[in-house]
C-alpha cells in the first residue's frame, strides 16, 4: 500500500530553526517528485516546496525561498524540508506530497502524508 509518512514538526520560538522529515513508499511511475505543501487555520492548502526525484530540480514558493530548503538523503531516501529563519506566518499544518509532475497546486498532487503541525510563536 502507498504511503507517505512524516515526522518532525512542533512547537518553536520566532526565528528557530526546524526540520520536517518524510518517507515514501509510492509506486515508481508516480514517483518523480517530492514535496510540500502547508495548511494554516482557515485558509487553502498553499504549495512550499518540490524537487524532481534526483534533486535536480527545486521550486520554492516566494514565502519562504531563502529560508527554506529541500533534499533528499540518497542512502535512505528520505525526504526533508529544512526549515531557517521561522515566522509566526509559517505557523500550519505541513503535509509531504508525491506527484507524477511538478505540483505546485494542491489539484496536481497524487499522494499525500498525513499532516504535521509547525507552531511558531512569537
Known amino acids: 500500500q502507498a504511503q507517505v509518512l512524516q515526522s518532525g514538526g512542533g512547537l518553536v520560538q520566532t526565528g528557530s530553526a526546524l526540520r520536517l522529515s518524510c518517507t515514501t513508499s509510492?509506486?515508481?511511475?508516480?514517483?518523480?517528485?517530492i514535496g510540500w505543501f502547508r495548511q494554516a487555520p482557515g485558509q487553502e492548502r498553499e504549495f512550499v516546496a518540490i524537487m524532481d526525484w534526483r534533486g535536480a530540480r527545486k521550486q520554492y514558493a516566494d514565502a519562504v525561498k531563502g529560508r527554506f530548503a529541500i533534499s533528499r538523503d540518497n542512502r535512505d531516501n528520505t525526504i526533508y524540508l529544512q526549515m531557517n529563519g521561522l515566522k509566526s506566518e509559517d505557523t500550519a499544518v505541513y503535509f509531504c506530497?508525491?506527484?507524477?509532475?511538478?505540483?505546485?497546486?494542491?489539484?496536481?498532487?497524487?499522494?499525500w502524508g498525513q499532516g504535521t503541525q509547525v507552531t511558531v510563536s512569537s
Open positions: 509510492t509506486p515508481t511511475r508516480t514517483t518523480n517528485y
Open positions: 506530497v508525491v506527484s507524477r509532475v511538478l505540483a505546485t497546486s494542491h489539484g496536481a498532487v497524487d499522494y
